[in-house]
Every structure is written in structure tokens, then in C-alpha cells.
């Protein structure tokens, strides 16, 4: 991941609420992975990722998004040099219902 570069998806919705984001990172040493996850042009979040001790060396990190029914256009835009993304992975968090 350069920074200045980014990656742009269209995904589509089937339930607005809030997903799960897991990033797959490799973040060399002296370095920390960050990059600003935008929605349809607006930024929602910028994640950052600590170092794994290596480009090599790969780790799962998660965060939390909401996103709203139908397509979206998903843009990943690094902001520092020093790391690589393998993939990244949106799961939607079931809303927990019912008497306790």
C-alpha cells in the first residue's frame, strides 16, 4: 500500500446496519499501517495497524462500519507507506432482540 493510492469496490447491501471490517495486514518495522475507509465519498473511519515485525509476517485486525442498504462504493485510501493489505472482509453484526 502507497499512500496516495487507493482501491475501489462496489458492493452491494443486502441489510443496512452496522458490519464488521476485517483487514488482513502485514505492517513493517518502525512503521504503522493506516488508511481511511470511505463510503460513497464520505470518510467513515481511519483504522490504523500496528506493526507486525514484518512484510511477511500477517495479522487480522477488525473494526466496525455502518453501512446503509444497496450499492456502495467502498474506497480503501492508504495514508502511510510500509505495509500491505492481503484482503479486507465486511460482515454484518446480527441486532441482538428478545427478553433477557
Known amino acids: ?28 518495522s518502525g512503521y504503522t499501517g493506516k488508511v481511511q475507509l470511505q463510503v460513497n465519498g464520505v470518510n467513515l473511519k481511519m483504522p490504523s495497524f500496528p506493526t507486525t515485525g514484518g512484510l511477511k509476517k500477517w495479522m487480522i485486525v477488525s473494526d466496525s462500519v455502518t453501512l446503509e442498504e444497496g450499492e456502495q462504493k467502498i474506497r480503501l485510501y492508504p495514508s502511510q507507506n510500509g505495509w500491505k493489505l492481503n484482503w479486507f472482509q465486511l460482515k454484518l453484526i446480527p441486532k441482538v432482540s428478545g427478553k433477557f
Not at 482501491?7 to 513493517?28: E, F, Q, S
Open 1 to 28: 500500500m502507497d499512500a496516495g493510492v487507493w482501491m475501489d469496490y462496489i458492493v452491494n447491501v443486502a441489510t443496512a446496519g452496522t458490519y464488521k471490517v476485517k483487514y488482513r495486514v502485514a505492517v513493517d
